[in-house]
């Protein structure tokens, strides 16, 4: 079972990032996916999350209009596409699975990727 995150890296303020997330070893379509960020000294939090179908989204609100998750369970990935980042975006950013529903917690996910560092410029 692996999550293989990546696409993070450096970018300037406004700029924009795609991360990928991509699932072997599991039926990535019975998954909820989450995309989580841990900043220098916070705790982990959850920003995004994605249903197992698709159809339910939720955003924090931090994020919302800016970022947005989606997902293909027939190439078994999750993306995270991020624009106008800020400063305060800086975190390294973790995928997360659980069977079917969003939950709000690190505790509630099962499957973790390896987390990608997103380090925004100001």
């Known amino acids: 079972v692996q999550l293989q995150a990546s696409g993070g890296g450096l970018v300037q303020t406004g700029g924009s990032l795609r991360l990928s997330c991509a699932a072997s070893?599991?039926?990535?379509?019975?998954?909820?996916m989450g995309w989580f960020r841990q900043a220098p000294g916070k705790e982990r939090e959850l920003i995004v999350g994605?249903?197992?179908?698709?159809?339910?989204?939720y955003y924090e609100d931090a994020v919302k209009g800016r970022f947005t998750i989606s997902r293909d369970n027939a190439q078994n990935t999750v993306w995270l596409q991020m624009n106008i980042l800020k400063p305060e975006d800086t975190a390294i950013y973790y995928c997360?699975?659980?069977?079917?529903?969003?939950?709000?917690?690190?505790?509630?996910?099962?499957?973790w990727g390896q987390g990608t560092q997103v380090t925004v410029s100001s």
């Open positions: 994605i249903g197992w179908n698709g159809r339910h989204t």
């Open positions: 997360a699975g659980r069977p079917l529903s969003i939950a709000p917690t690190p505790e509630d996910y099962i499957y």
């Open positions: 070893g599991i039926t990535f379509s019975s998954l909820a």
